[in-house]
Every structure is written in structure tokens, then in C-alpha cells.
């Protein structure tokens, strides 16, 4: 089956950089995706890796590493308003199905 | 372009009754799914649709269903509720199956 850990908590200042990291287990391997959740509310996508190397957007990068099962989401210039939910997630198909970690509970301090 | 849409957003419910959920895709996304959250067991997949097909199930019993219509739009069900149903149901549409997920805000099921 397929299964995903990641921190649970990680906590940082503003204006420094974090990474959160995810190793994964999979019987097949479709790509691996990171999603940022606020208090509860909607889930939004962040990212998403298919192949190895690292994926930029903004502030925000993920990496990938097939070979070691293992990606990471790096967050630069860390904001107040990035303090929330990270989870990474992997499809369990090639269908609509995604598996997600348990979630890192990023808290950023001034 | 509106967002994914789902009703109630909260509602409270007795043991033993059922509840129905509903769920409007982004125009256009023909994919949905719905994930339970819960703090101790974060995400879970339930279901995804795809024009009105269930192409995926996850690990949980009878008691939940759902079904897609013809226009994308989607209900899940929950009957004989337990106390343990009690989270966050969250639907997420996509233009296809490995597309990125865009969710609504959830319908927070309470059950006492």
C-alpha cells in the first residue's frame, strides 16, 4: 500500500528558510504533490513533482528524489501568513485517488 | 471563474441519523472527490467520480456512498451515523483525474 511521513510540527522565524520533508512508500509511483491548509479551511495546491529535481514557484520549491523515495517543500522568506498546514501526497493510480501525509503544522514566529 | 462549492458548511446530527452532502464543481471539472478529515487521522480518501463513474473507493464501510450527476455536481451520503463520523468532509474537483486538486471549504459534520 501506500503510505507518507512527514514532521509534524516544524516552527521557524520570519524571513528564514524551512523544509519539510516527505518520504513516501508506493507500489507505483505517479508524482508527488504538496498542499497548504489554513486552520482547517480549503486545501490549495502548491506543487507537484513528476520527475526528479526541484520545482520552483515564488517563495515556494519542492524537490523530488525517486530513487530515495523522498521529496521536501522549501519555504523561503518565511511570512506570517505562511503558518498552516503542509501535506504532501501521492497518487494511489493513475486516477483521482491521493494519498496524503499526516501534515507538518508550520508555525512562523516574528 | 467560481470556486468549489459545497452545502451545508456545517450541520449537527444525532447517532442512527443519516446525512446528505453536496458538492459543486469548478465549471468545466469533470473529476470529484471527497477526503474526511479528522485530527487523528488527517485526509482520507472516500470516493472519486468521473462523468457520473466511481473510479476509485477508499476504506470505508457501506454506510457512506455517493454519486455524481450529469452535470458534475456531486452528494455523498453518510447513514446510521456514529459519533465517530464527526470532521470535516471535503470535496476537490480537477479537470481530470491527475490534475490539481482545487477543494471547497469543507462541510463540518458534527454528531452527537
Known amino acids: 500500500g501506500q503510505s507518507l511521513e512527514q514532521p509534524s510540527e516544524v516552527t521557524a522565524v520570519e524571513g528564514a528558510i524551512v523544509q519539510i520533508n516527505c518520504t513516501y512508500q508506493?507500489?507505483?509511483?505517479?508524482?508527488l504533490s504538496w498542499y497548504q491548509q489554513h486552520d482547517g479551511g480549503a486545501p490549495t495546491f502548491l506543487s507537484y513533482n513528476g520527475l526528479d529535481g526541484l520545482e520552483e514557484t515564488g517563495r515556494f520549491s519542492s524537490f523530488l528524489s525517486r530513487s530515495d523515495s523522498y521529496g521536501y517543500l522549501l519555504l523561503q522568506e518565511l511570512q506570517m501568513k505562511d503558518s498552516a498546514s503542509y501535506f504532501c501526497?501521492?497518487?494511489?493510480?493513475?486516477?483521482?485517488?491521493?494519498?496524503f501525509g499526516q501534515g507538518t503544522e508550520l508555525s512562523v514566529k516574528p | 471563474k467560481a470556486g468549489v462549492t459545497q452545502t451545508p458548511r456545517y450541520l449537527i446530527k444525532t447517532r442512527g441519523q443519516q446525512v446528505t452532502l453536496s458538492c459543486s464543481p469548478i465549471?468545466?471539472?469533470?473529476?470529484v472527490s471527497w477526503y474526511q478529515q479528522t485530527p487523528g487521522q488527517g485526509l482520507q480518501f472516500l470516493f472519486e467520480?468521473?462523468?457520473?463513474?466511481?473510479?476509485n473507493k477508499g476504506n470505508f464501510p457501506g454506510r457512506f456512498s455517493g454519486r455524481q450527476f450529469s452535470n458534475s455536481r456531486s452528494e455523498m451520503n453518510v447513514s446510521t451515523l456514529e459519533l465517530g463520523d464527526s470532521a470535516l468532509y471535503l470535496c476537490?474537483?480537477?479537470?481530470?483525474?491527475?490534475?490539481?486538486?482545487?477543494f471547497g471549504e469543507g462541510s463540518r459534520l458534527t454528531v452527537l
Open positions: 465549471s468545466g471539472h469533470r473529476s
Open positions: 467520480y468521473f462523468s457520473e463513474t466511481q473510479r
Open positions: 508506493t507500489s507505483g509511483f505517479y508524482g
Open positions: 476537490a474537483s480537477s479537470l481530470d483525474p491527475q490534475g490539481e486538486l482545487f
Open positions: 501526497a501521492v497518487p494511489y493510480n493513475q486516477g483521482g485517488k491521493l494519498i
